[in-house]
């Protein structure tokens, strides 16, 4: 559930929506009005044991949106995505925003579920008995929303009650494909879709027919409306600017890493792709209806996504099962480790668990394992070898683990080495040290020569200068004040130099010692 179509580890597994798991008999969604909901979620991570972070839905009436206090924390990549992390005072768990650095209210996720049912309800009584029910709209690339709600309903007992309101999931990246076509476009991404379908409305905006009467005369009025357009527009970016100085409101209803803003985006890219070719107003009933029936094809029952849910709980188990095979890549490189979880998935999706393959190499050896192989046609044949040969390594008790082999990069190593040695300074044709830098921070070191800067940790007295030496004195001797000595200071590099003691001491007072008296006694 964490990995792409494909990437830079030449694992190709098949999409989530087309996965080569048998699943039951898709039922076509019956005849009838139905009410249309964006919804997308926040996630502690892309796992189907991660948890619910923030639950957000929209429609052009009215929307919904909470936070869900999780057990677990963020992982690292969650945190980034939706600039959110657990933080804990004293003994109590909470929510804090990464760019506002402000605690965010939450709710249990028991009491946020009972909330969004109670709004799915509310949004059913004010369309009356006109409508048959509601279908979730979604965009994503791999499955995952469909499958993190449904095990949370059903954690909790609130799946009958959900499926009264809900009918059906479908997810907007089929209708863009669809729409789109066979075109150079490698992200379906609703940013992607978002940036394709602005630039052509501007584009058709820009190529509207004017009347022919006005052309001549519009060459002074367009540079009027271009000035005046670029003072709204250096205007507005002002404003924007002023607002985010003032608050980080702006910033963050823009923030795709936010469920409720990419709900927005979803509903607003499958509007748009829906009534590309017709003229109705944004948002209409017209540009509604045609929004679900490009939708329908699409769509699945909830009954479908329930029993895809329960496969996908077998997939994680035999995934899990392959992980002792798989210790080494753990310990390894980033790249080797999205490179055993492709691995598992790919083996957990066409029915294989670690038992099973076991079975086959005590049976058959390596050429069961390569016959069992090659019913993956997604494989190529060159991770179906390694894969061949990690499996034998691990069953076979006469052999060690194959551990991935990581190549060091040591020409990136010796670059930096040469530039390292180009950018110190020479002296005399010797390279000096860094400590004779000049420069401080990131790019020298703080350590410098004490000629070129004293420090008051290394007191070193300079060559040129004569040195004025204090004698040292010993305990219990004294030496006469007036006396001049001499000192020699060594040095490697220079002869020994003569210091001068300061002379100038005040004259010896003597005081004469006292004359004895004669004390007479008199009778």
Do not use: C
Not at 123 to 149: C, D, N, Q, T
């Amino acid at each position: 559930m964490v990995a792409e179509n494909s990437d830079a580890t030449g694992v190709t597994i098949a999409p989530a929506d087309q996965s080569s798991v048998v699943l039951v008999e898709r039922d076509e969604l019956p005849v009838g009005d139905y009410l249309l909901v964006a919804i997308d979620i926040d996630t502690t991570g892309r796992r189907l044991i991660d948890e619910i972070v923030q639950l957000a839905a929209y429609t052009p009436s009215d929307h919904f949106e909470q936070y869900i206090m999780p057990y677990m924390n963020l992982n690292p990549a969650a945190r980034q995505r939706h600039q959110v992390r657990v933080i804990s005072i004293g003994f109590y768990r909470m929510l804090k925003s990464m760019q506002t650095f402000k605690i965010i209210k939450s709710k249990s996720e028991i009491a946020a579920l009972k909330d969004f049912l109670n709004w799915l309800e509310q949004l059913m009584a004010k369309v009356g008995s006109r409508s048959e029910g509601i279908v979730l709209l979604y965009h994503e690339e791999r499955k995952f929303i469909p499958y993190m709600i449904l095990e949370s309903l059903k954690k909790y007992g609130l799946l009958e009650r959900f499926t009264k309101s809900v009918k059906a999931f479908a997810n907007s990246l089929n209708l863009a494909k669809a729409s789109i076509g066979d075109t150079n476009i490698k992200s379906y991404s609703l940013r992607r879709l978002s940036k394709l379908l602005s630039k052509s409305k501007e584009d058709i905006s820009s190529v509207s027919p004017t009347g022919s009467g006005s052309g001549s005369v519009s060459t002074s009025t367009e540079g009027i409306d271009s000035n005046a357009a670029d003072n709204n527009s250096s205007s507005s970016s002002n404003f924007e600017k002023r607002f985010v100085k003032n608050g980080v409101k702006y910033e963050w209803e823009q923030f795709e890493g936010n469920a409720s803003v990419r709900a927005k985006m979803a509903f607003n890219v499958a509007l748009q792709l829906s009534n590309a070719e017709r003229k109705s107003e944004p948002e209409s009933s017209e540009a509604l209806e045609n929004l679900f029936n490009a939708l329908k094809p699409f769509a699945k029952l909830v009954g479908s996504d329930v029993q895809e849910l329960d496969t996908q709980n077998e997939n994680l188990e035999r995934q899990n099962s392959f992980r002792p095979v798989f210790l080494n890549y753990f310990k390894t490189t980033l790249y080797h480790r999205v490179r055993a979880v492709k691995f598992r998935i790919v083996l957990a999706e066409n029915g294989f668990d670690l038992n099973f393959l076991n079975a086959i190499w005590t049976d058959k050896g390596t050429e069961g394992l390569d016959m069992a192989l090659q019913s993956i046609g997604t494989l190529k044949t060159e991770d179906k070898s390694e894969l061949i040969e990690l499996l034998d390594s691990f069953f076979d008790p006469n052999k060690t683990t194959i551990k991935p082999v990581v190549k060091s990069n040591n020409t990136n190593n010796n670059r930096r080495r040469n530039r390292r040695n180009t950018n110190q300074p020479h002296k005399n044709g010797v390279i000096t040290s860094r400590s004779t830098s000049t420069e401080f921070g990131a790019g020298g070191d703080k350590s410098q020569s004490v000629s070129s800067l004293p420090d008051s940790t290394t007191k070193s007295t300079s060559l040129n200068k004569t040195v004025v030496a204090r004698p040292q004195s010993k305990r219990n001797s004294r030496h006469s004040v007036g006396s001049v000595s001499e000192s020699k200071v060594s040095d490697s590099d220079s002869a020994p130099i003569k210091v001068e003691l300061n002379n100038t001491a005040p004259a010896v007072i003597r005081v004469p010692s006292p004359t004895p008296v004669a004390i007479v006694a008199s009778n």
